[in-house]
């Protein structure tokens, strides 16, 4: 009697190991992408930082599929949101903002990305963080080169450090 009760207790252990084994590999059975990459990008030359994020399809890429991104935007006011065409036979997807101003190091920034129809209609949606290494702030004011040839700012002349007495231009939030 005894053996028989644990017997049909050790069934019953890995009836529910397989039950909970099979939902752990179904979970993402209807994911279209997944992050495969995340990077804050600081062009020195540019003078500009942007948020970048890779997707890896999982699978093929429907016809008529966007991606519409919103994101915090650091220098406050109303999230970023701009989206782009997907296309079939896409190897990978890269969402890059446009260039940001008063990103803070260590802060958290929301970014929610949503492949859609073009009518609209939701088929995923990926919810991750940004978050920088570094403050804004070490970057130049101003672009290091302007023109085909490179030549040195001329803004920037007698400024080796690339920062001007007025800064960037920009009020950005008290850092909280």
Do not use: W
Not at 21 to 33: P, Q, S, V, Y
Request: overall charge neutral; aromatic content about 6%.
């Amino acid at each position: 009697m005894h053996s028989g009760f644990v017997r049909m207790i050790l069934v019953a252990a890995m009836f529910a190991a397989a039950v909970a084994l099979g939902a752990c590999r179904d979970t993402g059975k209807d994911a279209l992408f997944e992050i495969s990459g995340r990077l804050v990008v600081f062009n020195y030359r540019e003078a500009t930082l942007t948020y970048l994020v890779t997707l890896k399809p999982l699978k093929p890429i429907g016809e008529g599929q966007v991606v519409v991104t919103t994101m915090d935007n650091p220098a406050g006011g109303a999230p970023l949101v701009f989206s782009q065409k997907l296309f079939p036979g896409q190897a990978k997807v890269t969402v890059e903002s446009p260039p940001l101003e008063c990103v803070v190091k260590d802060k958290p920034y929301n970014v929610a990305i949503r492949i859609e129809y073009t009518d609209g209609g939701l088929l995923q949606q990926i919810d991750t963080t940004m978050v920088s290494a570094q403050n804004q702030d070490m970057l130049p004011d101003r672009k290091l080169v302007v023109g085909p040839g490179y030549k040195p700012n001329p803004e920037l002349a007698g400024h080796p450090d690339g920062k001007l007495p007025g800064g960037r231009g920009v009020t950005c939030p008290a850092a909280s």
